[in-house]
């Protein structure tokens, strides 16, 4: 074979390695995009005087005298009773989880949220979860169900409760998302990002301590 022949041929497995190089880089980057969370935005999202301090661990924390007050959250539960967190947990620090049944973030972090939640319950530490987007709420349940989640849940399908929150404030922006609630009822820490034990205790042993 001529050297004139063979060089298409080269050319062509030239172009086809680096089609393959392309096609698993683009794939590598959707998949730590679908890891590292299931949907961002589509809420009132930040903007304004946001009065917040993001840290390298990604949680992003309000001092006590700059927190907005969190919204009305209150509703239908997945288990169908009606649930109002203001008046049911006055007094209490809250953890707020954003969850879906569909995305798997929400399922690799939920066995550690059931866990710190046993830990904490009793130093008057209460969770909630709000699920969005399961068009059915017998999917909602049969998650809980499976994952041994003990804490109530708003179900909010079309993530009108996500709205309530205001813009400029540390309000949840992906799934997942989490916040902590201070005692005075006030957003005191955010995070957009699925959360490990450690980093869901380091993010409400400070708001616990305050007096």
Sequence with gaps: MSAASRAPQGSFRTRA??????????????AALTLSACTSGGTSGGGGNTNFVMGKDGIATADKGERADAPDLSGRTVDGKQLDVAAAYRGKVVVLN???SWCPPCRA??????????????????????????PEVSTAAAFEKEQGISYPSLYDPAGRLMLRFKKGTLNPQSIPSTLVIDRNGKIA??????LSEDKLRSMIKPVLAEK
């Design 189 to 194: 820490a955010r995070t957009l990002q699925p």
């Design 98 to 100: 954003v969850w879906g």
């Design 17 to 30: 390695a680096r089609s393959r190089a392309v096609l698993f880089a683009a794939t590598a980057a959707a």
């Design 109 to 134: 972090e939920a066995p550690g949220f059931e866990k710190v939640y046993q830990e904490l319950k009793g130093q008057g530490v209460q969770f909630v979860g709000i699920n969005t987007r399961d």
